[in-house]
């Protein structure tokens, strides 16, 4: 209805794990695609809750924990000091992800795609996440409107001492991440099916060494200069390929 000139997606590395939870509350129309996703905070919160840590020989109880999770009493619980102590903390942190083998299992590590290696699920997950952004693109083709894919890093894909506090929050390590896999994944689609992708991991590397910090110590959000370089990267990926009827000039 608001006649777009443009729609532009900004693909966040932690996309591919929302997709994955919030597939599971979605109400799905005949396409296979979601129609809504309807607010339920106790079953999004059933599905993240860490796992309680449990010997091998006991991995057969964990349905009936599943069906627990869902439980609003049991979360309260699982939430409080008292359920804290009993059962250990719920804070993302990358000692727990570790300690409770979840290390890139798309379901609890919201950054699982950022990691090296080929983890269980994630080929699914980042299926899924295709699919959903084929969408929107099927969406805006249908009406006429032009449509760009963005992708762009978080803290620990630029640097090895960006948002040293910030990272553990989401359950990410020191040093630097280098691996290209989601940029590589989505530049494959963009070819694949006929969109552009703009991709702004080296700009921020490059920046990296002149405008740091990029990101908040404590928070893996951008800072002004951050912010300042994402902008300029979506105007340069815009113009390059034509996207918008202007040029820069000064």
């Known amino acids: 209805a608001l006649h777009p000139d443009l729609v532009i997606l900004n693909f966040d590395m932690t996309d591919v794990h929302d997709d994955w939870v919030r597939t599971r509350l979605a109400r799905v129309g005949p396409d296979g695609l979601p129609v809504a996703v309807p607010a339920n905070k106790r079953l999004e919160t059933a599905l993240i809750m860490f796992p309680l840590p449990k010997p091998r020989a006991l991995r057969f109880v ?3 924990e599943r069906v627990l999770n869902r439980s609003a009493l049991y979360q309260s619980l699982r939430k409080s000091r008292l359920g804290e102590k009993l059962f250990g ?6 000692e727990r992800l570790e300690r409770l083998g979840l290390v890139g299992n798309v379901q609890y590590d919201p950054l699982a795609i950022t990691r090296d290696g080929d983890f269980p699920g994630l080929r699914e997950a980042w299926a899924d996440t295709e699919r959903y952004i084929a969408g929107i693109r099927d969406l805006a083709r249908a009406h006429a409107i ?5 992708v762009y890093p978080h803290a620990h894909q630029v640097s090895a001492t960006e ?11 020191p040093g630097l991440y280098a691996s290209e896999r989601p940029f590589q994944i989505l530049e494959a689609q963009g070819r694949r099916e006929g969109f552009p992708v703009i991709n702004l991991l080296r700009l921020f590397r490059e920046r990296e060494a002149t405008a740091a910090p990029l990101f908040w110590p404590d928070d893996m959000h951008h800072t002004p200069r951050g912010a300042t370089v994402f902008a300029e990267g979506i105007l340069a990926g815009l113009l390059e390929r034509r996207l918008v009827p202007c040029r820069l000039t000064g």
């Open 163 to 173: 948002s040293p506090e910030g990272r553990p929050r989401l359950g990410m390590g």
């Open 146 to 150: 032009p449509f760009v894919l963005v």
């Open 62 to 64: 964990e349905p009936a």
């Open 89 to 94: 903390g719920l804070k993302m942190a990358p």
